[in-house]
């Protein structure tokens, strides 16, 4: 009954748990010795004792795990020792260790005077320990199993004064309080009686609380089953649960869906129902404190952004600079993947029907054939030069007015951020971005139509020459650089504002953000799928800007501003024209930015802003599966004391009264 854990599960604490451990460590710290923070066994109860145990009497049984952690016999714990005990409850046998060594001090076996009275009605068991002057741990972990067994059997017995196998809702939840992790005030205390026997029947039986006990023995068993299963579907039946996962016996999942869904013999539930089950039991696991403490969470995770404010001013340039390379490498990389694809887009919106001549390209795909038979693969990349130049401060900033004016409008206190104030802040971060892209895209454009240009006057008297971009900067002049503009802001304001609020979204609500640490998959699949309506909502303004910022051939209709490219591409070509190119510019939008956003994120955690090396985003299953399995460990170590001191077995326990004085 006590809950057994496999391999993958007593590794060495990783780098986030021990920083997560040292900070509560700080907080409960109550002493100081040789100028270090220390704990005393007041402290460490509360540091350590799960929620569940409310029982006054039961809290100072877990002072006798002091003697584990402090093992230079000081009578306060360093932080070491501290952590170094965490790491021993992720053991596999700590559930057993722990009251053995408890009991045992320094010793390889038990002395067995006294120890009878575990047995309970175990006649066998009573015989094996009479017949022992000691037991070594192997046989001692087997019979404190069993005699918890035994007291469950007992408990149940004593509870049913009618001997009729069952027993009422209250007296379930009194004798499952006494052996599992259970909040008599939490949901699932409150939904028990929907497991009584029948509909009409006020009884539960004793498989029943069997099962259920068991079942709330290790909740970290429901995490790796629901976790099993999560990716597959948002709702699932008994029947497909019972199939996926052998971690549970069919009453026990028969249990967990009733008090998940909240319904009497239900037949299904939805994932949310079953993450809201174990986050229940992981509450009533985690120290009171730790569990009630929101508040302090936040109010870290604020100051910690304050100080991250407090940069000086040589340090807050540094900082800037190590964004804006962030910003260019992860730009560049991305403007680099997806270049010959923009460039196929570029020619197809820049294709007129009412012109001189036929149609150079069907479609997108003939475009790149042709593209690649008459000017070769480097042709697909003309132009990639200004636009890896002009991409670092477009991205830099973009990038930063994004985050800058999101942290500002975001709730301190919640953490939340308002849908409108976050459409803003994107909105923000594409009006910043056209002093840069404006010149860049137009530069871009007419060294990606200049191919085209070429064919068309191969054999002519005066053919055109091929022109760098240097040459075009200086034909186009400082003016002539943001000619277009009021349409690139028409299209970079708007795409900002659809993407950055669709990133957040995706990576929080479909990624989960902030229960896991993102995979680099999830970051690229986050930023693509984010790319895609923004890309193509705003198609329109880009095949005006390009129409602006293209020099007409010879019989082409030419336009003189915003409203009279938009009026005369309706007349002449008709609603559809707005959206040439929209295909490819999806294709080239939402692969770009998902690499972009993705290298972004992956350079900041590889190579962090010196000073900024704090804790990566766990992921939260695997934080809470963790706290599960040694919380629950820990319990039913105190649980086994419980046991060994109803028999009048003797093992050192603290004076509670006077440790707590002398911490005072």
């Given at each position: ?8 599960q ?6 986030n ?22 704990m ?10 799960p ?18 952690a402090?093992k ?5 714990l360093t932080?070491d ?39 309970g ?7 094996y ?19 918890r ?9 004593k ?25 008599p005030d ?76 909240g ?18 039991c ?21 100051s910690?952004?304050h ?28 403007a ?17 029907v009412a ?10 795909i ?49 953490g939340?951020?308002q849908?409108?104030?976050?459409l ?38 005066a053919p ?8 075009i ?19 970079d ?12 979204h995706?990576?929080?609500d479909?990624f989960h953000?902030?229960?896991?640490r ?5 970051l690229?699949l ?14 329109p ?6 129409r ?5 051939k010879?019989g ?8 009279d ?44 802003f ?6 990566a ?13 040694s ?7 105190g649980?086994?004391?419980?046991i ?21």
């Amino acid at each position: 009954m006590i809950p057994h854990r496999s391999a993958t599960q007593s590794s060495p604490l990783s780098a986030n748990d021990a920083a997560r451990f040292s900070e509560i460590f700080d907080r409960y710290a109550d002493s100081v010795s040789d100028g270090s923070k220390c704990m005393s066994p007041v402290a460490f109860i509360n540091a350590v004792v799960p929620a569940a145990v409310l029982s006054e009497g039961k809290r100072p049984l877990y002072a006798s795990f002091f003697n584990v952690a402090d093992k230079s016999g000081r009578g306060l714990l360093t932080k070491d020792d501290f952590i170094r005990f965490q790491s021993l409850l992720r053991h596999n046998d700590a559930a057993f260790r722990l009251p053995f060594h408890t009991a045992a001090g320094s010793k390889d076996s038990l002395d067995t005077s006294n120890l009878s009275g575990i047995a309970g009605g175990d006649k066998a068991s009573a015989a094996y320990i009479k017949s022992k002057a000691a037991i070594a741990f192997p046989e001692f972990s087997q019979l404190i199993d069993s005699a918890r067994t035994e007291h469950i059997r007992a408990a149940f017995a004593k509870a049913d004064t009618q001997g009729r196998g069952a027993t009422t809702v209250d007296k379930i939840l009194a004798v499952a309080c006494e052996f599992a992790p259970l909040d008599p005030d939490s949901i699932i205390s409150h939904r028990l009686a929907l497991l009584t026997e029948s509909p009409d029947s006020s009884l539960v039986g004793y498989p029943t609380l069997l099962a259920l006990v068991s079942l709330l023995s290790n909740p970290a068993k429901i995490r790796q089953a629901i976790d099993g299963i999560a990716a597959k579907t948002n709702s699932i039946s008994i029947d497909d649960f019972v199939s996926t996962t052998s971690l549970l016996s069919p009453l026990e999942v028969r249990i967990l869906f009733t008090l998940a869904a909240g319904k009497s013999s239900a037949e299904s539930a939805t994932l949310a129902n079953l993450e809201e089950f174990v986050d229940i039991c992981h509450k009533s696991l985690v120290p009171l404190v730790v569990s009630n403490d929101k508040e302090h969470a936040q109010k870290t995770e604020s100051s910690s952004s304050h100080a991250k404010q407090q940069r000086s001013i040589m340090m807050e340039a540094a900082f800037q600079g190590y964004n804006f390379v962030v910003g260019a490498i992860a730009g560049g990389i991305g403007a680099a993947v997806v270049y010959p694809i923009d460039l196929v887009k570029t020619r197809m919106q820049n294709q007129r029907v009412a012109v001189v001549g036929e149609m150079l390209y069907k479609n997108s795909i003939d475009c790149f054939r042709k593209v690649v038979r008459n000017e070769g693969i480097l042709g697909l990349y003309r132009g990639l030069g200004p636009q890896l130049v002009g991409v670092a401060p477009e991205k830099a900033i973009k990038l930063t007015v994004n985050d800058f004016v999101r942290a500002r409008l975001t709730n301190r206190k919640t953490g939340e951020i308002q849908f409108t104030s976050e459409l803003f802040s994107g909105a923000m971060a594409g009006a910043s971005q056209v002093v840069f892209t404006n010149p860049l895209e137009i530069v871009k454009i007419r060294l990606q139509i200049q191919g085209e240009l070429l064919k068309e006057t191969t054999g002519q008297s005066a053919p055109i020459v091929r022109r760098g971009a240097v040459t075009i900067v200086k034909e186009l002049g400082l003016l002539g650089l943001y000619k277009g503009a009021s349409a690139c802001l028409l299209r970079d304001v708007p795409f900002s504002a659809i993407y950055f609020s669709c990133y957040s979204h995706l990576k929080k609500d479909l990624f989960h953000e902030g229960e896991r640490r993102l995979s680099v998959i999830d970051l690229l699949l986050a930023g693509a799928i984010a790319g895609m309506p923004a890309a193509y909502l705003t198609t329109p303004a880009d095949v005006i800007k390009t129409r602006l910022q293209v020099v007409a051939k010879q019989g082409e209709t030419t336009y003189s501003g915003l409203i009279d490219a938009a009026r005369k591409i309706y007349k002449e070509e008709g609603f559809k024209a707005f959206f040439k190119g929209g295909a490819a510019r999806v294709l080239r939008s939402s692969p770009q930015f998902g690499t972009t956003l993705m290298c972004y994120e992956l350079i900041h955690r590889l190579v962090p802003f010196p000073g900024d090396e704090h804790r990566a985003p766990a992921d939260h299953h695997m934080e809470q599966k963790s706290d599960l399995s040694s919380q629950a460990a820990l319990f039913y170590a105190g649980n086994a004391l419980q046991i060994l001191h109803n028999a009048n077995y003797k093992f050192g326990r603290f004076n509670m009264a006077s440790a707590a004085k002398s911490s005072s």
